[in-house]
T-cell receptor
Framework: AQKVTQAQTEISVVEKEDVTLDCVYETRDTTYYLFWYKQPPSGELVFLIRRNSFDEQNEISGRYSWNFQKSTSSFNFTITASQVVDSAVYFCALSEAVNRDDKIIFGKGTRLHILP | DAGVIQSPRHEVTEMGQEVTLRCKPISGHDYLFWYRQTMMRGLELLIYFNNNVPIDDSGMPEDRFSAKMPNASFSTLKIQPSEPRDSAVYFC???????????????FGPGTRLTVL
C-alpha cells in the first residue's frame, strides 16, 4: 500500500536559516510520482513540484530545492535562506502511476514557522 | 488562466440544513476531485470524477454526502442533512487526463470553509 510519512509535525527556524522538510514514502510500484504542495495561512493549496520515479536528479527553483533518493525512499525539500513568507504547512504526496485508483496520497503535513 | 473556482468561500449553516458546495474545474481538465480537510484527519479524498463520471466515492463519509458532475465545467458536493462534525474546509481540485493521465498534477481551488452550528 502507498504511504507518505512526514515525521516533522512542526518546525520553527529564524529567518535566513536553511530548513529541510523530510518526506518518506512507501510504494510497491516502480513507476510513481511525488509532489510537494504549500498551504500558506490564507488556506489555499499551492502546487510546488512533481517528480516521477525515473528522474532522480535534484531540482532547484530559486531558494527551493528537492532531493529525491530512491535508495532511501525519500523526497526531501530544502528552503535556503528562509523568509517569513515561507511560513506555511507543506505537504508531500505520492501517486502510483500504474495503480488502479488514480489517487494522490498526502502526508500529514509539516507546519513551518519562519521567525523574524 | 482561471484556476479552479469554488463557491461559496465561506458557509455557515445550522444543523439539519442542506449545504451545496460548487466547483468549476480548470478548462480542459478531465479529472475532478473533492477533498475535506480537518485538523484531526488532515486532507481526505472524498470522491473523484473522470470525464464527468464518478470513479471512486469510497471516501464519502456517509449517505448524507452526495456529489454530481453534470458537465465538464461544473460539480457539486451536497450534504443533507448537515451535522456539526461536517465542519471543515472542502477543496475541489482538477487535473489533466491523457497519457500521463492518472498521476498528473492536481490544482486546487481556494476551498470552502463550512461551519455547521
Amino acid at each position: 500500500a502507498q504511504k507518505v510519512t512526514q515525521a516533522q509535525t512542526e518546525i520553527s527556524v529564524v529567518e535566513k536559516e536553511d530548513v529541510t522538510l523530510d518526506c518518506v514514502y512507501e510504494t510497491r510500484d516502480t513507476t510513481y510520482y511525488l509532489f510537494w504542495y504549500k498551504q500558506p495561512p490564507s488556506g489555499e493549496l499551492v502546487f510546488l513540484i512533481r517528480r516521477n520515479s525515473f528522474d532522480e536528479q535534484n531540482e532547484i527553483s530559486g531558494r527551493y530545492s528537492w532531493n529525491f533518493q530512491k535508495s532511501t525512499s525519500s523526497f526531501n525539500f530544502t528552503i535556503t535562506a528562509s523568509q517569513v513568507v515561507d511560513s506555511a504547512v507543506y505537504f508531500c504526496a505520492l501517486s502510483e502511476a500504474v495503480n488502479r485508483d488514480d489517487k494522490i496520497i498526502f502526508g500529514k503535513g509539516t507546519r513551518l514557522h519562519i521567525l523574524p | 488562466d482561471a484556476g479552479v473556482i469554488q463557491s461559496p468561500r465561506h458557509e455557515v449553516t445550522e444543523m439539519g440544513q442542506e449545504v451545496t458546495l460548487r466547483c468549476k474545474p480548470i478548462s480542459g481538465h478531465d479529472y475532478l476531485f473533492w477533498y475535506r480537510q480537518t485538523m484531526m484527519r488532515g486532507l481526505e479524498l472524498l470522491i473523484y470524477f473522470n470525464n464527468n463520471v464518478p470513479i471512486d466515492d469510497s471516501g464519502m463519509p456517509e449517505d448524507r454526502f452526495s456529489a454530481k458532475m453534470p458537465n465538464a465545467s461544473f460539480s457539486t458536493l451536497k450534504i443533507q442533512p448537515s451535522e456539526p462534525r461536517d465542519s471543515a474546509v472542502y477543496f475541489c481540485a482538477s487535473s489533466l487526463g491523457g497519457t500521463s493521465g492518472r498521476s498528473d498534477t492536481q490544482y486546487f481551488g481556494p476551498g470552502t470553509r463550512l461551519t455547521v452550528l
